[in-house]
Each structure stands twice: as C-alpha cells, then as structure tokens.
C-alpha cells in the first residue's frame, strides 16, 4: 500500500503562486509517473498535468505555462510549482501515482 500526502494549499490573490508537494511512502516515483488532478466545486474532475516516469511533463492548457512539474527522488516528493494563479485554479487539488490517490489539497483563488 503506497501513501501520497498533498501539501501546500492554502489561499491567495490572483496573480500569486503556491507550490503543491505529493510525498509519497516509497520511491513509487521511481517507477511511475505523477498526474495531477482538479476537482472546482460544482464542476467534474480536470487533468492538470503529468510527470511520466521518463521525466516528460504534460499540461493541460488552462495551465500550461503557469504551473510546471518537479520531483526530488531522494525525498519521494513531487512538485506542482503554481504561478500566475486566478479565480478559475481554485479547486480541490489531488495527486495520482498508479492507482493511487491523495487526499487531496484545497486551492482558493481570490481576485
């Protein structure tokens, strides 16, 4: 059983930036690739972006060129450096490796 922890959430102004980390209990990192997802309320779960286990990073393009994708093997972490952030990022934000999920972090956008 793998166990990935989200952190970083929290509230800013638009404009601002957050960095979300997943940490996961083991060097799952290693062999898989990360996907971030976004649930807003009232609205249906939204990829975000994905570090393949080959290091190529995807972002969906509400996102692309404001968030990008980092890891630290040695920490089993994943990053999700967030920038430039507006009302419409705010949303549940949730970490999947494999078929395993966070429990997700909450984002919050003011403008």
């Known amino acids: 059983q793998v166990q990935l922890v989200e952190s970083g959430g929290g509230s800013v102004q638009e404009g601002g930036s957050l960095r979300l980390s997943c940490k996961a209990s083991t060097n799952i990192f290693q062999t898989n690739g990360n996907t971030w997802y976004r649930q807003a309320p009232g609205k249906q779960q939204e990829w975000v972006a994905t570090?393949?286990?080959?290091?190529?990073?995807y972002y969906a393009d509400s996102v692309k060129g404001r968030f990008a994708l980092s890891r630290d093997n040695a920490k089993k972490t994943m990053f999700l450096q967030m920038n430039d952030l507006k009302p419409d990022d705010t949303a549940v934000y949730y970490c999947?490796?494999?078929?395993?999920w966070g429990q997700g972090t909450q984002v919050t956008v003011t403008s």
């Open positions: 999947k490796v494999g078929r395993y």
């Open positions: 570090f393949t286990f080959a290091a190529a990073t």
